[in-house]
């Protein structure tokens, strides 16, 4: 149950998108999948060979990941290129988290401004949102930080609010990582991490 005590004098919610309104690891496991398509092809072995060296090098971490995986089957720069393309270019299917569909609804009935602002590649990141139908279904704002700066600045927080025509000190916005908050602060508007609105992104087999 979403407790909406922190929403109700907001004009405006803003939302980070990746880890906020969906599970983030079920469009990298699909991005994988077609990466490991491409570099299978280039690389001249079979896909499940390719993503066993895919969870190699993310055991190592995130950081130029791509870049690992690609040296691991021995390709060059122009395959990470290709596989840079692909990820960009491919239409996953998604779906916003537990919650997510009811807040956006009951947001838009009671007439608050609804923004997204995210980080990423603005094609991919587009891709995502026709995924989750954000702005087919709630008619939201998005506010492609590539456009303008990244967070953690407070830039494209800016921008959304300019363009929902809202006063920063009447939003509110709802993130998940540091870059969120912190982008947030800057730009003098009240945050509210993900997990304390809509519970954990994952449910954890381990708990009792
Ligand atoms: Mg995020």
């Known amino acids: 149950m979403i407790d909406h005590g922190a929403l109700n004098d907001a004009k405006a919610i803003l939302f980070d998108l990746d ?4 599970d983030a690891a079920s469009f990298e496991e699909q991005a994988d999948q077609a990466v490991a398509a491409v570099f299978a092809r280039l690389g001249e072995i079979e896909v499940v060979e390719a993503l066993a060296h895919a969870a190699n090098v993310r055991a190592e971490g995130w950081s130029g990941y791509l870049d690992r995986w690609a040296e691991a089957i021995n390709l060059g720069r122009e395959s990470i290129a290709e596989a840079l393309d692909v990820r960009r270019s491919m239409s996953p299917r998604l779906e916003l988290r537990s919650g997510a569909a009811e807040l956006l609804s009951e947001l838009k009935e009671t007439g608050r401004a609804i923004a997204i602002v995210t980080n990423g590649d603005r094609r991919q990141q587009e891709n995502k949102v026709d995924a989750l139908g954000l702005v087919a279904r709630w008619g939201v704002h998005v506010e492609y930080a590539a456009d303008s ?4 600045s407070p830039r494209a927080v800016d921008l959304a609010l300019e363009a929902l025509g809202i006063a920063n000190y009447q939003a509110l916005f709802i993130g998940d990582s540091p870059s969120d908050e912190a ?5 003098h508007v009240r945050f509210v991490w993900a997990e304390e609105l809509f519970g954990p992104l994952r449910s954890d087999p381990l708990s009792p």
């Open 19 to 22: 880890d906020t309104l969906y």
């Open 149 to 152: 700066e990244p967070k953690p």
């Open 183 to 187: 982008a947030a602060r800057a730009a």
